[in-house]
């Protein structure tokens, strides 16, 4: 089961926590721009380093390649 919100990112590399929190992501997908908004990411509260879990990146991926297979039917 994916763990999306679940808010543990562990440590940063600088010995900073990462701190959990929902943001917008803004993508430009063939020209046009795609925002995701409650994306969760983790932010080093010392150097502010930003990381996405894997489960929050495949799921953007399989919502583009959704979106694709839709338009070419």
């Not at 969760?40 to 390649?65: D, H, N, W």
Request: some cysteine.
């Amino acid at each position: 089961m994916a763990d999306y919100g679940k808010p543990d990112y562990g440590r940063c590399p600088c010995t900073g926590f990462y701190e959990g929190r929902q943001v917008e992501v803004r993508l430009n997908v063939k020209g046009k721009i795609v925002v995701l908004k409650k994306v969760p990411q983790g932010t080093c509260t010392a150097c502010g380093s930003r990381v996405y879990k894997a489960e929050t990146m495949e799921r953007i991926e399989s919502l583009f390649k959704a979106a694709r297979v839709r338009k070419s039917i």
